[in-house]
């Protein structure tokens, strides 16, 4: 298959010869006239090699690298690829009787750059964030069906918020096989409605499970806050840990309804649950001190792009203030960010700041990451998103 060819500037192969797998566009020296965005380019290098072969996009991030060197990307590229990533799920025993949530693809992770695959029982929810993988979803569809052992026999494309807005490409969300007529997934034991059709991201968000079963333990005997609690996943947790009551907040009268029909599918009737539709730091500021001795705070991302990364800082330290100045005394803080452009670093850094500002003596217990079904390519160390702490508040 013929492909066009991308021309690097000068030394610009160096991180792509250490197998980062984007081609920034800054790196380009020339380009095809008739090139076309989502259509699959030959990189050159300039002692005349073929460095790999990846998705053209226009922005900062020009190719995405799908394989080095000179090779085919086709269903067989797809087939391979998608199989290998179910076999580590399988390693990681994700796909059980008590668990059929999760991360089926996670991008560069994956060296599947630019799509995103979460699995609910036999649905899987198939994102795609640059427009080569928009127009490959068929063939990606048609092979994720023919996996064997996968327990997928509907794939949703949901893609209309994910794709950059300047390729124009209008995705529509809908069914590419199949249609699910079931949207409650398993996790670890405890159901929760996925609603993938309407829900943020692909409807649920996989990549806190192993941190929810963290909380589980810690909840025992306490009194629990979770914050932007969307489907209220931490909050059944809590609830099946023997917490002493829970209370889930968020803004949004959907996700609250959402997270009440998660607590009813647990725990129908169970009076410990309470939940209240109103702003985050609204909530903490008129709620009582030493009303709550377990917090969890898992805000969605404050900062999506680094000219936010101020902004952002600033959000964690005002918010993580908040919860030191009013937890009980003996209390537990989980606190997180989603924010790619936010490093593990400045996080603990703006927590620290929280932390001294309340003047309250505070502990790291744990440091929390994604889980292994996100995992982390080594050459790309952007795809660490998730920071978490644990913290014990005297």
Known sequence: ???????????????????????????IQSLPEDIEEGEVVKVKANDGRIVGV??????????????WGDNIIDRDFYTSRLNAAFELRRTLKLQRPDNNAYRLVHGEGDFLPGLVIDVYGDTAVVQAHSPGMHFDREII???????????????????????????????????LIGKADNDVALENG????????????????VDQRDNRALLEQFSAGRKVLNMFCYTGGFSVYAMRGGALSVESVDSSEKAITLTDANIELNWAGDKRHHSTAVDAFKFLDEMQPGAYDLIILDPPAFAKHRSALGNALRGYQR??????????????????????????????????????????????????????????????????????LILYVE
């Open 54 to 67: 990846g998705h053209y996009q226009i922005g900062s991030i020009a190719v995405r690298i799908l394989q």
């Open 190 to 205: 405890l159901k929760f409605h996925v609603d993938w059709l309407r829900g943020q991201k692909t409807g649920f968000f």
């Open 319 to 388: 918010l993580n203030y908040k919860a030191f100045e009013k937890i009980a005394p003996g209390g537990i803080l989980f606190t997180f960010s989603c924010s790619q452009a936010v490093s593990k670093e400045q996080f603990r850094l703006a927590v620290f700041t929280a932390a001294a500002r309340s003047r309250r003596r505070v502990r790291i217990l744990h440091q929390l990451t994604q889980p292994a079904d996100h995992p982390i390519n080594i050459y790309h160390p952007e795809g660490e998103y998730l920071k978490g």
């Open 1 to 27: 298959m013929s492909y066009k060819v991308i021309q690097l500037k000068r030394g610009k192969e160096e991180s792509l010869d250490r197998f980062h797998p984007w081609v920034f566009s800054g790196a």
């Open 141 to 175: 569809a048609d092979c994720l069906i023919q996996i064997d052992g996968l327990a997928v026999k509907n794939v949703y494309y949901k893609s209309e918020t994910t794709l950059p807005y300047k390729a124009h490409l209008d995705p529509q969300n809908t069914y």
